[in-house]
């Protein structure tokens, strides 16, 4: 820490002081972290002077029994507010903010504490989360470290992000007196901020918004604002890199039989790779390409047990090791999960998360799944060190490759850019791109010495009302009892070869044959 630099709490203080604010008067005891510089003026307010530092530093402030208290963001709920206790029907409508309001990526213009006398940049970039528009700038009068605004910006994004959601206002009794702003509670399974408090005869009016503990956390590294070598632990360091093997993830990947490659690097100095691709075991390599996208990808540090697909897993959590540096998860609602948000893949499976909480720096707890997503299968359980890969398509990039490679062992050497570190992997390649699912609801009854078979196809891409076949489809292939009938309709009439007889359809794919079978038996 800098020689330079005053704790909070003193400059608070100071300036509570010299507002002409009483010693004991006032409480900056809860108050940590420390300022490097600030210009303070005559023509402000004090109140504005302390309000500057409030942004900066996560506090509210608050009168508690006739003395100012400074109460810090990111504690522990105060108390639980219990439904009984409601004074009217305020509490049912809750004000929410439009989702423009939600700015793709927030600036902060401050002084850096190794820059000159103009103001360095430190920017939060959300481009991830499809909510957010536009950019926004906030200017600061404090003199910041680089690493310091970095982290302020990215918590103050995800505040914002955060109070999104909306306020409630409701009204309690005298027994909730105690309750200041800056107070944490817990109401309806939700945890609350108060924000704004009315008092009036007997009763208390009180502003409520959305907050998230881990919102106040952040791992972030900023830019410095003079170029300088980097230092030894800044160097781009290994590139992770996954092979990805699955069905396609958006209708434009339906051209051709291929792939799906992800990197990332392990150093926020990471600055992208170049992938290389040998058919012959690393002998030699071909097909170059210089990747500078990372994807948000890591691994289970505690295990995932199944759950049937068919309906949500509001059961099993897990915690996952994100590896990607600076990456952030977000929570979202089962409308959006079912519109291909949060969709990763764990292990081999692809699934959706709806909740996503920040345990510690870098660890993720995440929870609400929907499992087998795309027809993948399920296992009995995803152990701890089962690869975590976030599925979001603009950043993957998908590969063509031939048919010739189907079930050849593929090796890939990633070299992280400015460095000569590689990483190697060896994959076998199992064409699920084009390999076709098991049709659904298969069915068949007995009618007059015939056996009627009927099943819905299931397409490999499209969404609502618009699901379609790979254009690779060439249609049905139905196995009665040993007896083989290739067709394109989705009913098959035969002769009844006795019971008990067992069924299977396949969906055909002119790449890859036959896919997966939904069998039964009559």
């Known amino acids: 820490m800098s020689n330079s630099a005053y704790t909070v709490s003193s400059v608070v203080a100071e300036i509570c002081e010299r507002a002409g604010l009483p010693f004991g008067k006032f409480d900056t005891t809860l108050l940590d972290g420390y300022v490097w510089g600030m210009q303070i003026t005559n023509e402000q307010a004090a109140y504005e002077h302390l309000q500057t530092l409030a942004d900066a530093y996560f506090f509210d402030i608050s009168n508690r029994g006739g003395v100012v208290t ?18 009217g029907d305020s509490a049912d409508e809750v004000t929410r903010k439009s989702p423009e309001e939600i700015v793709r990526v927030l600036n902060l213009n401050y002084y850096d504490l190794d820059g000159g006398i103009d103001t360095d940049k430190q920017t939060s970039d959300r481009s991830i989360d499809t909510r957010g528009e536009g950019e926004e700038t906030v200017n600061s009068p404090l003199v910041l470290e680089t690493d310091f605004a970095a982290r302020q910006v990215a918590i103050a994004h995800k505040v914002m992000i955060e109070e999104q959601k909306g306020d409630l206002s409701i009204t309690l009794p005298d027994s909730y007196l105690d309750l200041t702003p800056g107070d944490v509670v817990k109401f309806r399974d939700d945890r609350l901020r108060v924000d704004e408090v009315n008092i009036d005869v007997g009763k208390q009016q009180y502003k409520l918004v959305y907050d998230r503990k881990s919102a106040y956390q952040s791992q972030a590294f ?27 993830l958006s209708s434009g990947d339906d051209t051709q039989l291929g792939y799906y ?83 990763a893949l764990i292990g081999n499976e692809i699934i959706n998360f709806g909740e996503a909480e920040e345990v510690s720096p870098g660890v993720w707890e995440i929870g609400y799944f929907l499992r087998g997503r795309l027809g993948t299968e399920i296992p009995a359980e995803h152990p701890t060190g089962t690869r975590f890969v976030l599925l979001s398509r603009n950043y993957l990039e998908y590969i063509a490759t031939d048919a010739y490679n189907i079930g050849q062992n593929l090796t890939f050497r ?45 397409g490999n891409h499209g969404g609502r009302n618009a699901v379609l076949h790979s254009q690779y489809f060439t249609g049905y292939r139905v196995d009665v009892g040993g007896n083989i009938t290739d067709t394109q309709s989705e009913t098959l009439t035969v002769p009844d070869p006795g019971s008990p007889t067992t069924i299977r359809v396949h969906q055909i794919n002119s790449i890859t044959g036959p896919g997966p079978a939904a069998e039964i038996t009559v």
């Open 222 to 248: 900023g830019i410095p604002p003079v170029p300088a070598p980097p230092p030894v632990s800044h160097v781009p360091g290994p590139t992770t890199i996954q092979f990805i093997d699955s069905h396609i």
């Open 70 to 87: 400074f109460v810090p963001r990111g504690g522990e709920p105060v108390r639980e507010i219990s439904e009984d206790d409601l004074i």
């Open 414 to 458: 990633a070299t992280s850019i400015g460095s000569s570190t590689e990483t190697t992997i060896t994959e076998t390649f199992t064409a699920q791109s084009q390999t076709e699912r098991a049709p659904s609801q298969l069915r068949a009854r007995r009618d007059d010495g015939n056996l009627i078979i009927e099943w819905f196809g299931v």
């Open 261 to 343: 490659m992800a990197i990332s690097g392990q150093s926020s100095a990471w600055r992208g790779a170049v992938v290389e691709l040998s058919l012959d075991g690393g002998q030699s390599y071909i097909q170059s390409r210089t990747r500078t996208v990372s994807q948000i990808m890591g691994e289970l540090i505690t295990p995932l047990r199944s759950h049937k697909r068919e309906i949500p897993d509001p059961v099993n959590t897990c915690q996952v090791q994100i590896l990607t540096p600076n990456s952030m998860l977000e929570n979202r609602t089962l409308a959006q999960m079912l519109n291909r948000q949060n969709r």
